[in-house]
């Protein structure tokens, strides 16, 4: 069975900035299109970036310039530097691991930006 182990949210106030981290294991890792994604209370889940097999990234409009998105293979993990936070990035974020055939999430970790 697929897991994942989210690290790193928390508080911070605006313009802060935070790193989640996501280490995946019983995954062959390297094939899979990972990505994160957050959802706000009362809010679909939405993109925030991906990361392909490749290491070719895509990101939400709304963080671009701010997120970055990294994959490690060799540890199977996936982070995501968010600088320049703001209030509506307030969320829980989730990990989430893609493939032709299959697609995996975490359980997500909570990420709150106030003052």
């Known amino acids: 069975q697929v897991q994942f182990v989210e690290s790193g949210g928390g508080l911070v106030q605006p313009g802060g900035s935070l790193r989640l981290s996501c280490a995946a294991s019983?995954?062959?890792?390297?094939?899979?299109?990972m990505g994160w994604y957050r959802q706000a209370p009362g809010s679909q889940r939405e993109l925030v970036a991906t990361?392909?097999?490749?290491?070719?990234?895509n990101y939400a409009d709304s963080v671009k310039g701010r997120f970055t998105i990294s994959r490690d293979n060799a540890q199977k993990m996936v982070s995501l530097q968010m600088d320049n936070l703001k209030p509506e990035d307030t969320a829980v974020y989730f990990c989430?691991?893609?493939?032709?055939?299959?697609?995996?999430w975490g359980q997500g970790i909570q990420v709150t930006v106030s003052s």
């Open positions: 989430n691991a893609r493939s032709v055939n299959y697609n995996f």
């Open positions: 019983r995954i062959t890792f390297a094939i899979y299109t």
């Open positions: 990361i392909s097999t490749s290491k070719s990234t």
